[in-house]
């Protein structure tokens, strides 16, 4: 398993808690139409996400992210960035 492998697979493991719809995820999911988050639902997810990676995803990056894919790789971005 790839680094980005391990990186989507946490995220996924995240996603759990808040998927209250039972959705199938994947890296085309998208948080505010697929699991349907409304912006509280994102800003707990985010807290979650910056810390299990330990890092800071910035308002303007968030608003950004739409899928998966996309949080996978800003977090593996930010990861680099230290």
Do not use: H
């Not at 959705?23 to 139409?33: K, M, P, S, V």
């Not at 800071?56 to 971005?77: G, H, K, P």
């Amino acid at each position: 398993m790839t680094d980005r492998d391990e990186t989507a697979a946490k995220i996924r493991e995240l996603i759990d808690p808040f998927n209250k719809k039972g959705a199938d995820i994947n890296g085309n999911t998208r948080f505010a139409q697929d699991l349907e988050w409304d912006s509280l639902t994102v800003m707990d997810f985010v807290a979650s996400v910056e810390d299990e990676f330990d890092i800071l995803i910035s308002m303007n990056r968030v608003a950004e992210i739409e899928t998966v894919d996309q949080l996978v790789d800003a977090v593996r971005q930010l990861q680099g960035d230290r």
